[in-house]
Nanobody
Framework: QVQLKESGGGLVQAGGSLRLSCLVS????????MGWFRQVSGKEREFVAA????????YYGDSVKGRFTISRDNAKNTVYLQMNGLQPEDTTVYYC?????????????????WGQGTQVTVSS
């Protein structure tokens, strides 16, 4: 059974940086498209970033473009989200997700497995 485990969340001041990690175990990481989403309580999951199997194709949500960077290390079964220029509106729970299909998508419904999430809090 595939498991996804996020880490790296925490409290940071506005303008600061955090790097989230998501370790995938129990499957063949290099065959998964990976994504990051975030969800404010009571709202739908918002697309943050996605990356192709090889890492050569990336997509970003409009609200994070230019500030966040997604990357992956297939040797370590890990996907990362480098978050720079954090703002209070970035405060929420961040989830990593995997998609079995090789086509990169940006909607939560098209992802097959999810982690439990990690909290990011940005103070003003």
């Amino acid at each position: 059974q595939v498991q996804l485990k996020e880490s790296g969340g925490g409290l940071v001041q506005a303008g600061g940086s955090l790097r989230l990690s998501c370790l995938v175990s129990g499957g063949t990481f290099s065959t998964y498209t990976m994504g990051w989403f975030r969800q404010v309580s009571g709202k739908e999951r918002e697309f943050v970033a996605a990356i192709s199997r090889s890492g050569d194709t990336t997509y970003y949500g409009d609200s994070v473009k230019g500030r966040f960077t997604i990357s992956r290390d297939n040797a370590k079964n890990t996907v990362y989200l480098q978050m720079n220029g954090l703002q209070p509106e970035d405060t929420t729970v961040y989830y990593c997700a995997l998609r079995l299909n090789l086509v990169v998508r940006t909607t939560a419904q098209e992802y097959d497995d999810w982690g439990q999430g990690t909290q990011v809090t940005v103070s003003s």
